[in-house]
């Protein structure tokens, strides 16, 4: 049943969410956070495609868990979904950690 391509939808929509209606710090707007996303990713796709490349992946997916996309060097799409995810929430309790000093 997809969990993976779930939890991973949940994950982004929950962070999204959060940043926009919530905490409302306004990373999406700035250069920072997307170049800070790219660098991710490029590392991203380095580690995670020699991590699950074939033939003889250390990671192994179950087929029936995500879509069965895998982009670059057999990396499941889903895996750019947690790293967005993940990469979001923490900078944007970074801002909110800023925030709160600037007010204290």
């Known amino acids: 049943m997809l969990e993976y391509t779930l939890a991973t939808l949940a994950a982004v929509i929950l962070v999204v969410v959060v940043e926009l209606v919530w905490t409302r710090t306004g990373v999406f707007a ?3 956070f997307w170049l800070a996303t790219a ?3 490029f590392f991203q796709i380095w580690v995670d495609g020699w ?3 074939s033939p003889g992946p250390m990671v192994n997916y179950a087929p029936a868990q995500f879509l069965g996309i895998r982009f670059p060097f057999d990396i499941p799409i889903e ?3 947690f790293g967005f995810a993940l ?3 923490v900078i944007v309790g970074w801002e909110l950690a800023a925030r709160k000093e600037q007010q204290s």
Do not use: E, S
Request: no cysteine; charged share 15%; net charge neutral.
């Open 39 to 41: 660098i991710v990713w």
């Open 30 to 32: 700035t250069a920072k």
């Open 79 to 81: 895996d750019f979904g």
């Open 87 to 89: 990469v979001t929430a």
């Open 51 to 53: 991590l699950t490349a």
